[in-house]
């Protein structure tokens, strides 16, 4: 009996032992509010720094909370977008302490909202948040991830970091990081074979991107620009991520004295994951390296010197083995088998540099001195032998072989070959200067370019059906004289170029700020620039405007029209037709932008929002026509072609969810082009009815009707654009976080291959795409470290899931044609990426 009086005693000590520690308490209450203290902070974290448990503000800001007393404490107060609050505590026992705490919202937060960027509203420029690139769930995982969300751009391929603009395609647009104009890899034909693009998330630390109607300062593409800034940090630091893709490692620190910073910064990706899940099976072997640096010494007061280095390596090999493919419709399904022999390998080499040289003799004027180079080295070599057969689908539902192929359509071999190799060089110098003044900003600028072509190209396909070399000519039994034509290839291009170019640009441009008398505020920008290349002798002008109109008595409007010429000279691709010969007469395309734009302020549910409009149209001139396939685009390098591109842009941008930024945009666009002396004949029998286009038989008559296609869809002509980025986050628990990118693009035109242009008018089915993360942050601002604690230094550590393609939707990139006996042609889609799952942790430090 005593026994177990003393067991009871000992449980009643241990259930007491929670309320003895407490038994000397006190309670601290008060209201969080913003640092405008207008607006309360609701679902904000309140806990004692290092210890578990806490509370939440209701939605009047209000928070109540029961803390020990006699003993030193901090009070931890957090939330999203906001600065963490510390306050340190001593209370004695039933003391009541109120408290007023103001947070401060971090400089991340809806960066469209920062006093610095004032100046953005009055021009065709946005800013993004690169930390946003880091958290989007996506296969590629790089920062255009993010650009492809915005208005205006498309992109219907995950495995690429490639996007369209307002109709333009991949070439048309440009991107700089630091002032440096960024090259991309030029015989990268998919996805699969791309690798890491230049720009490492981690080291960025201002994003502008332009969509069109861009100023002087920018130089000669058609489309948008994509201006990056590295960082320059302040002290040491850096950040680690790895993932079933691959993983990075950025550093950056000081040296005592202050005067020299460096920025370094290393990936590594693999997607043999990505493409071990693709119709096509085989033994994927992908590689993609790079390394960066930027390193800064600051002179004196008034000078500083700075080195941009940049290397990458993207190996690709795979050695396919089978291919299935069901397409079609459920009336006529079919089935595309294929075994291979071969293999493909890829090698593409990169290196770029640049030496800044920056003078400011005083606080408004900012002159630098750029030098810079560039070079690659790619080969793509192939043979690739694919035996196929087409067969139709049972699919009667009731029937036993349903699913299963009960006719033969045809079968056949295909045979690939290629042998390419291309290397490029750039040298540059430019001088960029800038001047601030109390209502102007003069900018301007001189550059020289210096280009060196050698571009080796040998590339075939033959195509053989139940042994016959296609094309193949039509039988006729009992003919004694039948046509026997010499053997032949499908497709097949050769070349050897080289070349060496000369380019010189220049540009001016100033912004004027108006204030009229009624307060209402002007801002005009004017610009001019020119460019010469000595390949044919060109010489260009290009005038600029921009003006924008900010109401006193509505300072939440902006209202903005921009128009200027855009002529972009051909680097080289466009130069080179499908042979592989070059057109001597070439000259550059022409876009001349009409853009008119609101940017409109709002604030719901007591949160802040932005609401954008841009409505645009482009008259395009001097066109070289082209296709895409896959990411790769072939142009008619021989022909010429008018065009325009018109549409509408749609984003609302502000917290959904508060303390977090979300966007939705919308894009309405149409695009055309109209080939220069295009056209097709129609030939009519003797009763008068029509026979195919362009098509001799015997009974034609001599009559016959010359048609003009005129107009026709260009292949970036993607009539409607929807994307959602969008974050959210457990009440109470701000640090587990959904990141989800939502993608919805019509389909593209495309057509057979060896078509005319006017023929290529078929439509790609709908491209759709939902990728989502879940996050959880579990060393956070909050978390607090013991001195021997080997994660003490460790400021964030964050370990994800993110599904991709959470829908399991099947998109097409691309099409294999393929013929029978009788040149009938299948068009078998070549489908993205299936439902795949990815672990990723992350940290800063």
């Given at each position: 009996m005593r026994v177990s009086v003393f067991y009871r005693l000992i449980i009643f000590s241990?259930?007491?032992?929670?309320?003895?520690?407490?038994?000397?308490?006190?309670?601290?209450?008060?209201?969080?509010?913003?640092?405008?203290?207008?607006?309360?902070?609701?679902?904000?974290?309140?806990?004692?720094?290092?210890?578990?448990?806490?509370?939440?503000?209701?939605?009047?800001?209000?928070?109540?909370?029961?803390?020990?007393?006699?003993?030193?404490?901090?009070?931890?107060?957090?939330?999203?977008?906001?600065?963490?609050?510390h306050i340190s505590f001593k209370l004695e026992d039933g003391e009541l302490r109120r408290v007023k705490v103001v947070l401060k919202p971090m400089t991340t937060n809806l960066p469209g909202f920062e006093v610095?960027?004032?100046?953005?509203?009055?021009?065709?420029?946005?800013?993004?948040?690169?930390?946003?690139?880091?958290?989007?769930?996506?296969?590629?995982?790089?920062?255009?991830?993010?650009?492809?969300?915005?208005?205006?751009?498309?992109?219907?391929?995950?495995?690429?970091?490639?996007?369209?603009?307002?109709?333009?395609?991949?070439?048309?647009?440009?991107?700089?990081?630091?002032?440096?104009?960024?090259?991309?890899?030029?015989?990268?034909?998919?996805?699969?074979?791309?690798?890491?693009?230049?720009?490492n998330p981690a080291l960025v630390s201002s994003v502008l991107f332009s969509a069109g109607g861009f100023g002087a300062e920018y130089g000669d593409k058609m489309s948008s620009v994509l201006d990056v800034k590295y960082k320059s940090p302040t002290e040491f630091g850096g950040s680690f991520a790895i993932s079933l893709l691959g993983a990075e490692l950025a550093l950056e620190g000081t040296n005592k004295k202050k005067n020299f910073t460096y920025l370094l910064g290393g990936r590594y990706k693999t997607n043999q994951y990505i493409l071990n899940n693709l119709e096509t099976q085989g033994n994927y072997k992908p590689r993609f390296i790079d390394v960066q640096a930027l390193l800064t010494h600051k002179l004196s007061e008034k000078w500083d010197l700075s080195l941009l280095a940049y290397y990458s390596e993207n190996k690709y090999k795979v050695v396919p083995t089978t291919r299935e493919t069901d397409f079609g419709t459920f009336q006529q399904a079919y089935r595309f088998k294929v075994y291979f022999d071969g293999n493909e390998i890829d090698d593409y080499e990169m290196g770029q540099g640049a030496l800044t040289l920056r003078f400011a003799p005083n606080k408004i004027t900012s002159l630098k001195l750029i030098a810079s180079a560039f070079t690659t080295n790619e080969s793509e070599t192939y043979d690739v032998q694919g035996q196929y057969w087409i067969g139709q689908l049972e699919n009667s539902l009731g029937s036993d072989e349903f699913g299963d192929v009960v006719q033969q359509q045809?079968?056949?071999?295909?045979?690939?070959?290629?042998?390419?190799?291309?290397?490029?060089?750039?040298?540059?110098?430019?001088?960029?200067?800038?001047?601030?003044?109390?209502?102007?900003?003069?900018?301007?600028?001189?550059?020289?370019?210096?280009?060196?072509?050698?571009?080796?190209?040998?590339?075939?396909?033959?195509?053989?059906?139940?042994?016959?070399?296609?094309?193949?000519?039509?039988?006729?039994?009992?003919?004694?004289?039948?046509?026997?034509?010499?053997?032949?290839?499908?497709?097949?291009?050769?070349?050897?170029?080289?070349?060496?170019?000369?380019?010189?640009?220049?540009?001016?441009?100033?912004?004027?700020?108006?204030?009229?008398?009624?307060?209402?505020?002007?801002?005009?920008?004017?610009?001019?620039?020119?460019?010469?290349?000595?390949?044919?002798?060109?010489?260009?002008?290009?005038?600029?405007?921009?003006?924008?109109?900010?109401?006193?008595?509505?300072?939440?409007?902006?209202?903005?029209?921009?128009?200027?010429?855009?002529?972009q000279p051909p680097f080289y691709r466009e130069l080179r037709?499908?042979?592989?010969?070059?057109?001597?007469?070439?000259?550059?395309?022409?876009?001349?932008?009409?853009?008119?734009?609101?940017?409109?302020?709002?604030?719901?549910?007591?949160?802040?929002?932005?609401?954008?409009?841009?409505?645009?149209?482009?008259?395009?001139?001097?066109?070289?026509?082209?296709?895409?396939?896959?990411?790769?685009?072939?142009?008619?390098?021989?022909?010429?072609?008018?065009?325009?591109?018109?549409?509408?842009?749609?984003?609302?941008?502000?917290?959904?969810?508060?303390?977090?930024?979300?966007?939705?945009?919308?894009?309405?666009?149409?695009?055309?082009?109209?080939?220069?002396?295009?056209?097709?004949?129609?030939?009519?029998?003797?009763?008068?009815?029509?026979?195919?286009?362009g098509v001799s038989v015997d009974n034609i008559v001599s009559d016959s009707l010359r048609v003009e296609p005129g107009y026709i869809d260009r292949p970036s002509d993607q009539r409607v654009n929807f994307s959602v980025f969008f974050q959210d986050y457990i009440p109470g628990q701000p640090y587990v976080k959904m990141h989800l990118r939502l993608v919805y693009g019509t389909g593209l035109s495309f057509g057979p291959p060896k078509s005319e242009r006017y023929q290529q008018t078929l439509r790609m089915p709908d491209y759709r795409r939902v990728d989502i993360g879940f996050s959880y942050a579990f060393i956070n601002e909050s978390s607090s470290m013991g001195p021997k604690n080997p994660l003490r230094n460790v400021k964030g550590m964050t370990v994800s899931l993110e599904v991709f393609n959470l829908l399991q939707?099947?998109?097409?990139?691309?099409?294999?044609?393929?013929?029978?006996?009788?040149?009938?042609?299948?068009?078998?889609?070549?489908?993205?990426?299936?439902?795949?799952?990815?672990l990723k942790l992350t940290a800063s430090f």
């Open positions: 241990f259930l007491l032992l929670p309320s003895l520690a407490f038994a000397q308490t006190a309670r601290v209450e008060g209201f969080v509010t913003d640092s405008s203290n207008s607006n309360v902070v609701d679902l904000a974290n309140i806990a004692i720094l290092g210890e578990k448990g806490g509370t939440t503000s209701d939605p009047n800001g209000f928070f109540s909370l029961k803390v020990p007393a006699e003993r030193d404490f901090i009070l931890a107060i957090s939330f999203v977008g906001y600065e963490d609050k610095r960027d004032e100046r953005l509203r009055t021009e065709s420029l946005v800013r993004l948040d690169p930390k946003n690139a880091s958290i989007a769930p996506s296969i590629s995982g790089g920062l255009e991830a993010i650009i492809v969300t915005l208005p205006g751009v498309s992109s219907n391929n995950e495995m690429s970091s490639q996007y369209s603009v307002r109709g333009g395609n991949f070439d048309e647009n440009l991107i700089y990081v630091n002032d440096i104009e960024i090259y991309r890899p030029f015989l990268v034909t998919s996805g699969e074979q791309e690798g890491l693009s230049f720009i045809g079968v056949g071999t295909f045979l690939q070959h290629a042998r390419n190799r291309f290397r490029a060089s750039v040298i540059s110098l430019q001088h960029k200067g800038s001047r601030a003044g109390e209502k102007t900003f003069l900018e301007w600028g001189l550059k020289y370019d210096h280009q060196i072509i050698d571009d080796n190209i040998r590339e075939w396909e033959m195509i053989d059906s139940a042994g016959y070399s296609l094309p193949h000519p039509v039988d006729q039994p009992g003919n004694p004289n039948p046509d026997r034509p010499d053997f032949g290839i499908n497709y097949f291009a050769k070349g050897n170029n080289i070349l060496s170019i000369n380019r010189f640009s220049a540009f001016v441009s100033n912004q004027w700020q108006l204030d009229l008398k009624n307060k209402d505020q002007i801002t005009v920008t004017a610009g001019l620039r020119s460019y010469f290349w000595d390949y044919n002798n060109e010489f260009l002008l290009m005038p600029r405007f921009n003006i924008a109109f900010k109401p006193y008595k509505k300072q939440n409007v902006v209202f903005r029209f921009s128009t200027g010429l855009y002529y037709n499908f042979d592989g010969s070059l057109n001597p007469d070439i000259k550059s395309q022409k876009s001349i932008h009409f853009i008119f734009g609101s940017d409109y302020r709002f604030r719901a549910w007591n949160r802040p929002f932005i609401f954008t409009t841009e409505l645009y149209y482009k008259h395009l001139d001097n066109l070289i026509p082209y296709v895409v396939d896959n990411v790769r685009i072939r142009y008619y390098a021989d022909q010429l072609a008018k065009g325009y591109a018109a549409g509408i842009d749609l984003k609302v941008y502000g917290e959904f969810v508060k303390g977090v930024d979300s966007w939705i945009s919308m894009s309405v666009m149409k695009t055309q082009e109209d080939i220069y002396g295009d056209y097709y004949y129609n030939y009519y029998n003797e009763a008068g009815e029509l026979i195919r286009p939707i099947y998109n097409t990139i691309s099409y294999v044609w393929i013929k029978d006996i009788d040149n009938r042609q299948y068009a078998v889609p070549n489908y993205l990426t299936p439902r795949l799952v990815n």
